[in-house]
């Protein structure tokens, strides 16, 4: 969807200045955040994908301005009142009701489950319709739900890099309706091409395309 995520490439936003020395959490409930996120997800009430459509399609006027884990909690209390696990009462402090019998990620198993991961390839039932090399062009899309092509590179030509390999398709996945793989792409696009002709023509910028967002550029 057309969110405030989907900053990439705007105006008017200021520049991205790094902070030097970042640390990975700049107060300690950050970090319970993020461990309630990932034991939440546990539950397989919802998938990777859900989680992110449930950040991203927060309201932009609190998306833009709250902190990278603010948002967090705001995308995980939506994915617990969707999927029944806890009623809005109950975040507001109301009794707690009937508990729900899901699984449970213990604090035993947490190195595991982390560096197992949950890999995302899968097998393709089709040979890669794109080959290195090739000129294509993204289509000009506008999903209300959940995509992973940004905003800036719609209608854009670019050239093929690499074939990734065959993945779940995120825009699906977001909705619950399957993970119907398909090929992935590292394609590449001049500065130019993206955003006009005062553009650095030395810069160019890669990004991972899956199939249904390609078509032939020739």
């Known amino acids: 969807m057309n969110g405030a995520q989907d900053l990439g490439g705007m105006m008017g936003f200021g520049s991205v200045v790094p902070e030097p020395q970042e640390p990975v959490f700049h107060a300690e409930w950050e970090k319970r955040a993020l461990a309630l996120t990932l034991a939440a997800g546990a539950c397989r009430a919802w998938n990777i994908d859900m989680s992110r459509h449930a950040r991203e399609s927060l309201h932009p006027a609190f998306y833009l301005s709250k902190s990278y884990y603010e948002i967090w909690i705001a995308g995980l209390e939506k994915l617990l009142t969707s999927s029944g696990l806890v009623s809005q009462g109950e975040l507001g402090g109301a009794p707690l009701g009937p508990a729900k019998t899901v699984p449970i990620l213990h604090a035993a198993d947490v190195a595991q ?25 993204t289509k000009v899309m506008n999903p209300p739900t959940h995509t992973r092509l940004p905003r800036y590179a719609r209608g854009k030509i670019a050239t093929v890099e690499a074939v990734r390999g065959c993945f779940v398709f995120p825009d699906v996945n977001a909705q619950g309706r399957g993970e119907a793989p398909h090929w992935c792409y590292s394609i590449r696009f001049s500065a130019r091409e993206l955003w006009g002709a005062e553009a650095d023509p030395a810069v160019s910028v890669n990004i991972e395309a899956w199939e249904p967002y390609l078509e032939s550029g020739a």
């Open 113 to 137: 489950v982390l560096a197992r991961g949950a890999p995302s390839d899968r097998s393709a039932a089709e040979p890669p319709s794109f080959a290195v090399g090739e000129r294509v062009r």
